[in-house]
């Protein structure tokens, strides 16, 4: 298997469409894991998004909550149609962003119908404690302090591909840990894996410990393909 | 007399490294970009630090028009400009960049104008210190690959 999913090389004007939510991976085999990243920052976007195509995800990246949204089908209020769902096996999000944080992306996809059992992680460059603590009480499946990197993208890649089953209802994925028969209702909860709680909490910045809460509606726009900032 | 150019640009690559790493200028997430770079995408860290020096610029400018009007006072969005380098000079491991533009991000949140046009001009220093260390890099780091090249298709020739 390719080491970044069989994508071919990723040009600057490639990155920038990425990073505008233009362009997604190239459609590949079902197995193959979809990943939704959300960040406002252009850089990390690219960056979040090369992280996951090197460890064989697909990926499609938005610069907003509400383009996550949007991508989801959640954006109205109609009942979700349950037809043609989209196939997206982990939602990863910045925490502050403009207009909608990760946190409140993370309360809608977990009160949707369609969505909430598809695992969220947060991102932030933040250590907060109780930002940490809302999230995973909100139903995050994990924490990652940014920069993000390598070792942590590979840690939720693996709990991802444990055991993916396809659901009833239609292409949407269930994540399951192998043997405990399967709960009697429909939904199975992805507590039962050990990895919830396991944030990288070693590097704390004492100069971090602001909060912000960016809700303002001063929302950053992708600027446009620009050449080179080279003199 | 070509290996020896290999090693000087070779030597002066890892040199102009240590010194970066040493002052604090780069930190261990630049090396995780280098991680990320592979024969599918091959241009990744230069693409991808150019990408930050436009956004950082934007920033940049945006951050000093809204300081140089007289009759300033969202020191809100100074602190969402801020986040916003904060976060990318980390993702790219730029730590000095990143950690001035903390210390001036708390000048704002104690909406401290003088503060926050020193933390401005800090700010503006050390990120132009780093662009100009990074395009001495990436020149060097072209010489290396030009030599090479050149070498290659010399010894193509002289082989057939």
């Not at chain 1, 959640?74 to 043609?84: G, N, P, Q, R």
């Not at chain 1, 396809?166 to 039962?192: F, I």
Request: net charge negative.
């Amino acid at each position: 298997m390719a080491k970044d999913g069989g994508v071919s090389c990723l040009r600057r004007s490639e990155m920038i469409g990425i990073g505008i939510g233009e362009l997604e991976s190239p459609p590949l085999d079902s197995d193959q894991v979809h990943v939704l990243a959300v960040d406002d920052s252009l850089v990390d976007r690219i960056v979040i998004e090369r992280l996951l195509r090197i460890t064989s995800c697909k990926v499609t990246a938005v610069d907003s909550g509400w383009r996550a949204l949007e991508f989801l089908g959640l954006d109205d209020d109609k009942a979700a149609v349950e037809f043609d769902r989209l196939k997206v096996d982990l939602i990863i999000t910045d925490y502050c962003m403009p207009g909608m944080t990760g946190y409140e992306l993370l309360k809608k996809i977990k009160e949707s119908t369609s969505f909430k059992e598809v695992p969220v992680v947060i991102m932030s460059s933040e250590n907060v404690m109780t930002r940490i603590d809302r999230c995973l009480e909100e139903g995050a499946e994990d924490f990652l302090l940014k920069p993000v990197k390598l070792a942590d993208v590979k840690r939720l890649r693996s709990y991802l591909t444990r055991d993916v089953k396809v659901a009833a209802e239609g292409n949407k994925r269930k994540l399951t840990t192998p043997p405990p028969p399967p709960p009697l209702s429909a939904t199975s909860s992805m507590e039962s894996s050990d990895s919830t709680v396991e944030s990288p909490l070693s590097m704390v910045d004492d100069e971090d410990s602001l909060t912000m809460s960016p809700e303002s509606a001063t929302s950053l726009v992708d600027s446009p393909m620009r050449s080179p900032g080279l003199a | 007399m070509l290996g020896l150019g290999v090693d000087r640009l070779q030597a002066d690559i890892n040199r102009l490294l240590a010194s970066l790493f040493h002052q604090g200028v780069l930190d261990e997430q630049f090396l995780q970009l280098q991680q990320l770079q592979d024969e599918t995408s091959p241009n990744f860290v230069y693409d991808v630090i150019n990408i930050y020096f436009d956004e950082s610029e934007k920033l940049l400018r945006n951050l000093r028009l809204l300081l140089m009007d007289r009759e300033f006072s969202d020191y809100k969005k100074i602190g969402l400009h801020l986040n916003q380098l904060v976060g990318s000079s980390s993702s790219i491991g730029a730590r000095r960049v990143r950690n001035v533009c903390v210390a001036f991000r708390s000048a704002s949140e104690l909406s401290n104008r003088p503060g926050c046009l020193r933390g401005l001009e800090v700010v503006e220093h050390e990120y132009h210190y780093l662009k100009n260390m990074m395009h001495e890099l990436f020149q060097v780091l072209t010489c290396f690959v030009n030599i090479l090249l050149t070498f290659t298709q010399t010894e193509g020739k002289n082989v057939s």
